[in-house]
């Protein structure tokens, strides 16, 4: 990994791999190597769709990681569901005493990324802020922009963090 990374010029820093929960889950010991060598260059690690797999609390702790993402089946309910919204709740708590940093998933509502900031997660992603798009749609706005790709949703006033206007991933 190192000479690739020598070889492209990236900074391992601005590389960040997402495996999903239930991968790592299926071989944790061996992930827990791999996943401490990859970290060690400087490369970030993310845990994705976390809360779907069968994974117990104990590996945010025992997995070098730097992310966790909360799957879009919590984010769909959480203003209407009191579960689901515990649930997102404890993951931010969690994960931010772990000082791991939260993306919640699948926001698609002003509602949805209101209660999201007012919990303090650190990054929404979904349709609300922009649809998937081709690299090179992105880097023309990346070109052509001031660096406001998207307005921000009317409604989502409130303390900080700001979330990002568009999430690539």
Known sequence: MQRALERSGLAPRHLEIELAESVIMD????????????????IRIAI???????????????FPIDKVKIDQTFTRDIVTDPDDSA?????IAMSHHLRLEVVSKGVETERQAG?????????AQGFLFGA???????????????GRLLPAPSSLSG???QFPLVSVA
């Open 132 to 146: 998937p798009m081709q690299a090179g749609y992105f880097k023309e706005l990346l070109d052509d922009s001031d």
């Open 159 to 161: 303390p900080t963090p």
């Open 27 to 42: 071989d944790a010991e061996s992930f827990i190597s791999t996943l401490t060598e990859l970290k060690d260059l400087g």
């Open 115 to 123: 209660f999201l900031r007012r919990c303090r997660c650190d990054i």
């Open 87 to 91: 649930i997102v709740q404890a993951v």
């Open 48 to 62: 994705d769709d976390f809360g779907t797999g069968y994974s117990s609390l104990s590996s945010l702790k025992s």
